[in-house]
């Protein structure tokens, strides 16, 4: 059956979820467009879950291991499942997915398909099963539970071959069907290229859409668990949201057209494309996804969570966040400060509907099953609608007194599909309306956050534009509390040289200064070099030291026309005079994991840094970076 066939069968039989009981003669409106699956329906409950990246890497400090990678490095000193769940829930997660296996093929199960796995490591004398004890620790919380694993393989020497499609097959079986029931089960999107692969060192490059015949792939996942969402390629449950910064489109439609996907629309998705693929837009606390602890003083404030919030759940996505353990296996103290006042805050925030009380009416109704109080009762299978003709009309809610709320949330009935283009909401305040939010889509929902807290008695929700009649399953209203700012950590780290007291000396470009604030989210941005005319920086170090290398962070703020560089050329100075090479290089894949790049060299007495950069990562009009740092030995 081909990937296309098999996602209009979905579409075609998606309204799984029973309509509200028909009354006084009224039917229900027909689906419009394309609808969730059993499976997605379910998925778009979960609304917020969080990612564990645990492996090699966090052993070797790097982001993508080689795979050479010997599994006695994989050694926790106080692996703590239960601490890992609590941090994440709470932060409000509803859900964990682990990393089962990254791209340097070590497996965190005890597998007999490879060696290169965790019965081969110290963890337990070799008895150790990280998969086991997450899917205990998640469950015993109340949490659902989720696997990834790296399609791509940098250990196994038949990778690029047909026997390691076999092997990748056999491994999902193994998880499929070992540690229960799974809510999503993950694919990467980076596959072929260097590696180890066995010995052979080499460059091994794929057509991924052929090589692993991915609608068979998924097949067999929903095979053995047919209530795990698939998620990436074409024919998967859910799509990537482009971006690794956590940004959603405005708007972000949960559909796309049936073909392969395409990074540009899979940001926004497309309005009234035929396949349901909505988007999981993910991020991670840190810089990296992986834990290092250069980057203990760079997690994400309990503020910026909140944005992301908005930005991901807020525009009808599904938020998901990243916490990686440390080398001791628990998520840093910091860290789980953070997650607590986040998830405090929110919890504070939408335990009382302030809308309950409200009277609904409407400029029309479909009938007593479908009328403009069911947007109040607190369910999501039941919605207010008009006739099918009616496709612009506004409900309004008469607010009891003394409500102060900041916050709107709406929600559409899904099972009929995204029936609503664009919408406004006005509100009554000292007897005048007026217009405080416009925006297109609503989808699984949209929340909008007015700048300062209204006390208004009348809200009115206006439909602008339709193809087809409203089905609002929700109105909801919320005052949002604050989290409790979180103070920033001591860096424990004693390679990491702070840059308290670092200046740039000469820049390529104006703006220099913004590569040792310490903000990864501020970024220096440039002309797009060439090896004739290259972008450089030179950095004083405030004091001669031992340094021992650098740290390159690109900037995951979405721009257009720029990338990171694609390599480096280093130099060091103890005088700002006399220069003396220290590395030459390239970026493993910067453009696309936008994740912190470290790079060692011999140990000698600097104070000044060097870099230069000769051309961008991609075609690009403009170079951007957000951060350099630097370590000793």
């Given at each position: ?26 039917a ?19 609304e917020?879950?969080a ?26 000193t106080?692996?703590d ?17 682990l990393?089962a ?122 095979q ?55 988007a ?7 810089p ?10 760079k ?66 109704e ?36 003394g ?18 283009t ?9 007897g ?14 949209r ?124 130099e ?29 060299f ?32």
């Amino acid at each position: 059956m081909t990937d296309l066939t098999r996602r209009a069968l979905i579409a075609a039989g998606a309204a799984t979820t029973a309509l509200p009981a028909l009354a006084q003669g009224s039917a229900a409106p027909k689906p419009w467009g394309a609808t969730p699956s059993k499976r997605q329906a379910a998925w778009h409950m979960r609304e917020q879950y969080a990612f564990i990246h645990f492996s090699i890497n966090t052993f070797t400090d790097r982001e993508w291991g080689y795979g050479d990678e010997s599994p006695t490095l994989f050694n926790p000193t106080d692996f703590d499942a239960d601490q890992i769940v609590a941090a994440a829930k709470a932060g409000g997660m509803r859900g964990i997915i682990l990393t089962a296996k990254h791209h340097d093929g070590f497996c965190l199960w005890p597998t007999l398909l490879t060696e290169h796995c965790i019965r081969n490591s110290p963890y337990k004398q070799g008895k150790g099963d990280i998969v086991g004890e997450m899917e205990k620790a998640t469950r015993h919380a109340g949490l659902a539970f989720g696997l990834y694993l790296s399609p791509w393989d940098r250990n196994h020497a038949e990778y690029g071959r047909p026997a390691y499609i076999d092997y990748y097959r056999k491994q999902i079986v193994e998880l499929c069907t070992r540690y229960g029931e799974l809510f999503e089960f993950w694919f990467d999107g980076a596959n072929g290229g260097d590696g180890f692969y066995g010995g052979a060192r080499e460059t091994r490059k794929i057509d991924a859409p052929k090589y692993y015949d991915w609608p068979s792939i998924i097949a067999l996942v929903h095979q053995h668990q047919p209530m795990a969402c698939t998620f990436d390629p074409y024919g998967a449950d859910i799509r990537w949201v482009g971006n690794e910064d956590g940004v959603a489109g405005d708007p972000c439609w949960p559909t796309m057209p049936a073909h392969p996907y395409v990074q540009s629309e899979g940001n926004s998705g497309v309005r009234g494309a035929p396949l349901w693929w909505p988007a999981e837009t993910n991020t991670s606390i840190r810089p990296g996804w992986f834990y290092h602890a250069d980057e203990d003083a760079k997690v994400k404030s309990p503020a910026r969570l909140l944005r992301y919030f908005d930005e991901s759940v807020g525009r009808g996505t599904n938020m998901h966040l990243n916490i990686p353990p440390d080398r001791r296996g628990r998520v840093a103290d910091h860290d789980v400060a953070v997650l607590k006042s986040f998830g405090a805050a929110q919890a504070q925030t939408y335990a009382r509907d302030l809308a309950q009380g409200a009277v609904a009416h409407a400029s029309a109704e479909r009938g007593r099953a479908f009328a403009a109080s069911k947007v109040l009762d607190g369910r999501r299978d039941t919605y207010w609608s008009t006739p099918d003709g009616d496709t612009t009309p506004t409900l309004t809610l008469d607010l009891p007194p003394g409500r102060t709320f900041d916050v709107i949330r709406l929600r559409e009935y899904l099972p009929l599909g995204v029936r609503v283009t664009k919408f406004a909401i006005d509100l009554e305040e000292g007897g005048q309306w007026r217009t405080v939010a416009e925006h297109e889509c609503i989808s699984a929902q949209r929340i909008v956050r007015l700048p300062k807290p209204s006390s208004a008695r009348r809200l009115r929700l206006r439909i602008v534009d339709a193809p087809a009649c409203p089905a609002i399953s929700e109105i909801s209203l919320f005052r949002q509390v604050q989290p409790v700012a979180v103070a920033p950590p001591k860096v424990t780290d004693p390679t990491i040289i702070p840059q308290r007291g670092w200046s740039i000396v000469t820049a390529s470009g104006p703006g220099a200064e913004k590569l040792i604030d310490g903000d990864a989210q501020t970024r220096w941005t440039v002309p797009s070099p060439t090896a004739a005319n290259p972008a450089s920086v030179t950095i004083d170090l405030g004091r001669v030291l031992p340094l021992a290398g650098f740290s390159l962070t690109p900037s995951r703020t979405i721009a257009k026309d720029t990338a990171p560089p694609r390599g480096y050329d280093a130099e060091t100075s103890a005088d700002g005079k006399t220069w003396v090479p220290a590395a030459t290089g390239e970026f493993g894949n910067i453009a696309y994991a936008l994740a912190t790049q470290r790079v060692a060299f011999a140990v000698r007495q600097a104070r000044y840094l060097r870099l230069r950069f000769a051309a961008p990562a991609i075609p690009a009009g403009n170079l951007t970076v957000a951060e350099v740092g630097a370590f000793t030995g």
